[in-house]
């Protein structure tokens, strides 16, 4: 199977998803036989003139063949670069150990948050959450629980929260919080913060004062 990681527009759409895996157990096929296995698709002809446009697709003799980029080396690879990649691959599993560092900023006070992901951003980061929002992607099952709290927040505003909240550490071991705040509750689900009580909190992350740095 073909896996895409980091899709752009085209390679998000669901039937360029089904169309590769299909040319990838089926070579050399015409458009009738495509049109048959995908009968209920619409627009085929157009969705696939733009496959072939975009080089995913070579048409040679009103036959087609997947032509896709297949990840062959893990060398100067790049997060949040596009991958087409055989999940059969040994290659595949090399690619689920490998670990980036992120830095999330923001304007309201400078603080930065420091937390290592995975390549296909599947990991509970904020930096994943606000990627995956931003480019439309689909979010893992533990970024879904934080979606269903802070929904499509604008990363900027849910920001300015958590990070004049986290500030607050920097002087107090427990911090309280008397009235329900969404976006501690939040931090508690990234396990960035642990309640001690109804209205205290502790930090489980470590703070570099002199950088106003935050890491998870």
């Not at 896996?3 to 360029?16: D, H, L, M, S, Y």
């Amino acid at each position: 199977m073909i896996e895409v990681i980091n899709p752009g527009k085209i390679e998000r759409q669901p039937f360029f998803q089904k169309l590769i895996n299909y040319l990838w157990t089926h070579d050399d096929v015409t458009l009738r036989q495509i049109k048959k296995a995908f009968e209920d698709e619409v627009k085929i002809d157009r969705a696939i003139e733009d496959y072939v446009q975009a080089g995913y697709v070579v048409r040679k003799d009103k036959r087609y063949t997947l032509n896709l980029p297949l990840l062959t080396s893990l060398d100067g690879l790049e997060l949040d670069s596009l991958v087409f990649i055989d999940t059969e691959s040994p290659i595949y599993n090399r690619l689920l150990t490998l670990t980036f560092e992120t830095t999330l900023g923001n304007q309201t006070n400078g603080l930065l948050i420091e937390e290592s992901t995975d390549f296909a951003r599947h990991k509970l980061t904020l930096s994943n959450y606000f990627y995956k929002l931003r480019h439309s992607q689909k979010l893992s099952e533990e970024q879904t629980e934080l979606y269903d709290l802070l929904g499509d927040v604008n990363q900027e505003y849910a920001l300015k929260y958590m990070t004049t909240f986290l500030l607050k550490f920097g002087s107090k071991d427990v911090v309280k919080q008397k009235r329900p705040d969404i976006f501690v509750e939040a931090l508690v689900i990234m396990g960035y913060i642990r309640p001690v009580d109804e209205t205290s909190y502790t930090l489980d992350m470590t703070f570099n004062p002199d950088e106003l740095r935050f890491k998870a």
